[in-house]
């Protein structure tokens, strides 16, 4: 729908405009899309970067940046905000010794799918255990076993809570295929197209991309 204004713009541009106007100099905003039917923030993005602005001197605090800014009356200490970075933050990881990892084992879909991420990704893996299906890698991850296993994303999405997910574009590589079709010589045509029908309608693509799939 075209924005009312001197000139006929559609929606989405009108949004950027509206943004470029609102957001302070130093944040940028190139370009505004819709996203797909079915689209979820948090299982179809393929990667994120999060800033922290924190400030332990009151006395350079910009006024004007304080709804921005964590103002802390003590001292940050560096050293401790650096051993804390050290957390897991992505494939490369699992190239760390000094975790405990878990994938499955390479003669399984999931551990074929691990091989092509690390390759793709250039990623030297130092797995401490193979599994012998997905499940039990993501078990070793809920028990505390090990620090981190690779999973697919709709594994992490049944979990809840009781583990984090970490996205990588890598992922790309390795996606498994789910075709869905009627059958010619299906008992039930009727009922097989109203399935299909609706796995690829748009509440279909939202109860998958939910569950932690791409979107049909």
């Known amino acids: 729908e075209a924005a009312r204004g001197r000139r006929e713009r559609s929606g989405v541009d009108s949004l950027l405009a509206r943004l470029r106007g609102v957001l302070p100099p130093d944040i940028a905003v190139h370009g505004v899309s819709l996203a797909p039917d079915g689209f979820d923030a948090r299982f179809s993005a393929i990667r994120r970067r999060y800033r922290y602005l924190i400030s332990d001197d009151p006395a350079r605090l910009d006024p004007l940046r304080r709804r921005e800014v964590v103002a802390l009356r003590d001292a940050l200490d560096v050293a401790a905000m650096d051993e804390a970075a050290r957390g897991l933050t992505g494939l490369a990881d699992f190239a760390r010794e000094e975790l405990a990892l878990a994938v ?3 003669e399984v879909p999931c551990g074929a799918a691990a091989e092509d991420v690390f390759a793709a990704a250039g990623v030297p893996a130092r797995p401490d255990t193979l599994e012998e299906d997905v499940r039990a ?3 070793k991850v809920e028990l505390g076993e090990v620090d981190a296993a690779l999973v697919y ?3 992490v999405a049944s979990a809840g809570d009781a583990v984090e997910g970490i996205a990588f574009p890598e992922a790309e590589q390795a996606v498994n295929d789910y075709p869905v079709c009627v059958l010619a010589d299906a008992p039930n045509p009727a009922a ?3 399935f299909v029908d609706l796995v690829l309608s748009g509440e279909g693509r ?5 569950a932690g799939f791409l979107a049909p």
């Open 104 to 106: 499955c084992a390479a």
């Open 137 to 139: 890698a993501l078990t």
């Open 153 to 155: 994303a709709s594994d």
């Open 192 to 194: 097989a197209r109203a």
């Open 206 to 210: 939202r109860v998958l991309t939910a």
